[in-house]
C-alpha cells in the first residue's frame, strides 16, 4: 500500500508563507498525478493544485500567482508553496497521489491525514 505523510502547516499572519510537503511511501511502482486539495470548515473539499507526472500543472483561480506546485520523482515527494496567505486560505490541506503498486495493476487515488493552515488576519 501507499502511505502519505505531510508536514508544514500552521499558523501564519495574512501576507506570509509556508511550504507544504508530502511524501509518499510503501510499495510504490509509479505515481501520476499528485494533487493539493483543502477543505475549510464547514465546506466541501476543495482541488487547489495539481502537477502530472510530465511537470505540468494546474491551479484553481483563487491560488493562482500565490501558490506554486512541484514534485521530485525521485522521491516521491510533492510540496506546495504558499505565499501571501489571506484568512480565506485557512484549511486543512491534503495532498492525493494517483499511484500503481504493481506495473499490471490499475491506478489508485491515496490521500494523507491532511495538515492545518491558519492565516490569521
Known amino acids: 500500500q501507499v502511505r502519505l505523510v505531510e508536514s508544514g502547516g500552521g499558523l501564519v499572519q495574512a501576507g506570509g508563507s509556508l511550504r507544504l510537503s508530502c511524501e509518499a511511501s510503501?510499495?510504490?511502482?509509479?505515481?501520476?498525478?499528485m494533487r493539493w486539495y483543502r477543505q475549510a470548515p464547514g465546506k466541501q473539499r476543495e482541488l487547489v493544485a495539481t502537477?502530472?507526472?510530465?511537470?505540468?500543472?494546474n491551479y484553481t483561480d483563487s491560488v493562482k500567482g500565490r501558490f506554486t506546485i512541484s514534485r521530485d520523482n525521485a522521491k516521491n515527494t510533492v510540496s506546495l508553496h504558499v505565499n501571501s496567505l489571506k484568512p480565506e486560505d485557512t484549511a486543512v490541506y491534503y495532498c492525493?497521489?494517483?499511484?500503481?503498486?504493481?506495473?499490471?495493476?490499475?491506478?489508485?487515488?491515496?490521500w494523507g491525514q491532511g495538515t492545518q493552515v491558519t492565516v490569521s488576519s
Open positions: 502537477i502530472t507526472s510530465g511537470g505540468n500543472t
Open positions: 510503501g510499495s510504490i511502482f509509479s505515481i501520476n498525478a
Open positions: 492525493n497521489v494517483q499511484a500503481k503498486i504493481t506495473w499490471y495493476g490499475g491506478v489508485y487515488d491515496y
